[in-house]
């Protein structure tokens, strides 16, 4: 009697102990998805970015081209082509600026999960902890 009553709480700890790891399974999988998507929304804005660099390089170059090229000659007298490259060179900058930014943000270790990867690492240390005692 005494044997089946040891057994019947070893069984008990067993099942408590599997539900745990479960649920501690399910709230790391959890925090993997948040982790995942938020990386995802960084990406997102990376993205759209890259968008508006691309489309501040255009406009630059073209509406800067008309005006900057004209007030340059008509002002300091340099040629057309002088003036030309110097309007040019500031809007390509600022494009080459805005699209670093965005490359930046959209780096492939944006996805990774960090804290979950952490958690595990910390649980599986715990665990063989407790393995050794």
Avoid: Y
């Avoid at 309007?87 to 600022?94: F, P, R, T």
């Avoid at 930014?101 to 952490?118: E, F, H, S, Y």
Wanted: proline share 1%; with cysteine; hydrophobic share 60%.
């Amino acid at each position: 009697m005494l044997f089946k009553a040891a057994t019947d709480g070893l069984s008990t700890q067993l099942i408590v102990l599997i539900e745990e790891l479960r649920g501690l399974l399910r709230t790391e999988i959890a925090l993997a998805k948040a982790e995942v998507s938020q990386g995802a929304s960084r990406m997102v804005v990376g993205a759209a970015l890259l968008v508006v660099a691309v489309i501040f390089v255009f406009v630059g170059v073209f509406a800067l081209a008309a005006s900057g090229v004209i007030a340059l000659h008509e002002a300091t007298g340099w040629s057309w082509a002088l003036s030309s490259l110097c309007v040019a060179g500031g809007s390509v900058a600022v494009g080459v600026v805005v699209a670093l930014i965005g490359l930046r943000r959209l780096k492939a270790a944006n996805l990774m999960p960090q804290r979950t990867v952490d958690n595990l690492r910390a649980d599986l240390a715990a665990a063989a902890e407790s393995r050794d005692v």
